[in-house]
């Protein structure tokens, strides 16, 4: 009776043997693609190398997410000079001063139109920001990194879930500047996680959700009152400095990650040739 490979899933060396006869199943391949019973013992599998037919520049794509992020900034500080003007009009309530009705309902109409433009200009970001990620989770596999825990779908569709999406965003970016260290360009998954992640991905991710804390709870605070509306106004304009901070940290990853992406490819080129010839 023919016998099949024993599960695997990763780690250290098999110890089982593929059958009892210890040579049927000579070249089968361990289920992480690290390992192969070359018919007596289980060896390193050598690396498959990159596909470079599946990498695409991620040059357009960085550059189009960066100017919906400047988009995305502009809106974000249009929204808070609205909320500025929006708590100055409060202040003078609270204090006593006359407000006309045609300053309180222009200010109101800027508050509205900063809001509107916000979102639609957030949503236009988001999707080219998205993009590029993908891109460049895509590039990871074609330049040879191996056992990534991340795919291009999931790169965009972990964003989207709930309470996940606290924490996978950074942790495909964090893999994603590890798989494109040029010095490793088939790196494994010991050997990512010992790499040091720049403080600038950190710092945009951490910015990026105080920002949106700051801003659920300006917008559960609520403006019944004239006290509520001040302190509800005062989260707006904190969230929206915020956000524009993120935004530039946000930029500046893209900057790097695809400067860092295209530097490895560089090195991955006469790998491959190299390779091919062999």
């Keep these: 009776m023919d016998e099949t ?3 695997y899933t990763g780690g ?4 089982a ?3 009892s006869a210890g040579t049927s199943h000579a070249g089968l391949v361990s289920a992480d693609g690290l390992w192969r019973w070359d018919g007596a013992q289980w060896v390193p599998q050598a690396p498959t190398g990159a596909d470079l037919n599946g990498y695409r520049s991620p040059r357009l794509r960085s550059r189009l997410a960066i100017a919906g992020l400047a988009l995305s900034g502009v809106a974000t500080l249009v929204a808070l000079i609205s909320e500025v003007g929006r708590l100055s009009i409060v202040n003078k309530l609270m204090s006593g ?3 006309t009705p045609d300053d309180a309902t222009a200010s109101d109409n800027l508050v509205r139109v900063g809001a509107i433009a916000d979102v639609a200009m957030f949503v236009v970001c988001a999707a080219v920001f998205l993009a590029w990620l993908a891109r460049i989770v895509a ?11 991340f795919s291009p779908r999931g790169a965009v569709g972990w964003w989207f879930v709930p ?7 950074f942790q495909i970016v964090a893999e994603s500047w590890r798989a494109a260290d040029p ?3 088939e790196s494994l998954p010991d050997q990512r996680t010992s790499m040091r992640l720049p403080a600038l991905i950190g710092a945009w991710w ?3 959700l105080v920002a949106n804390l700051v801003a659920r709870s300006g917008s559960a605070k609520g403006a019944d009152t004239l006290d509520a509306l001040q302190g509800a106004t005062v989260l707006s304009i904190a969230s929206d400095v915020l956000f524009l901070v993120a935004a530039g940290l946000a930029a500046a990853v893209v900057v790097r990650l695809t400067r860092r992406q295209e530097e490895q490819h560089t090195v991955v080129i006469p790998r491959s040739a190299e390779a091919t010839v062999a």
């Design 5 to 7: 490979l024993p599960a």
């Design 12 to 15: 250290a060396i098999p110890q």
């Design 17 to 19: 043997s593929p059958d």
């Design 97 to 99: 001063e006359s407000v």
């Design 139 to 149: 590039n990871n596999h074609a330049l040879g990194a191996r056992v990534l825990r």
């Design 163 to 169: 309470f996940v999406n606290l924490v996978r965003p």
């Design 183 to 185: 010095r490793t360009p």
């Design 206 to 208: 951490g910015t990026y």
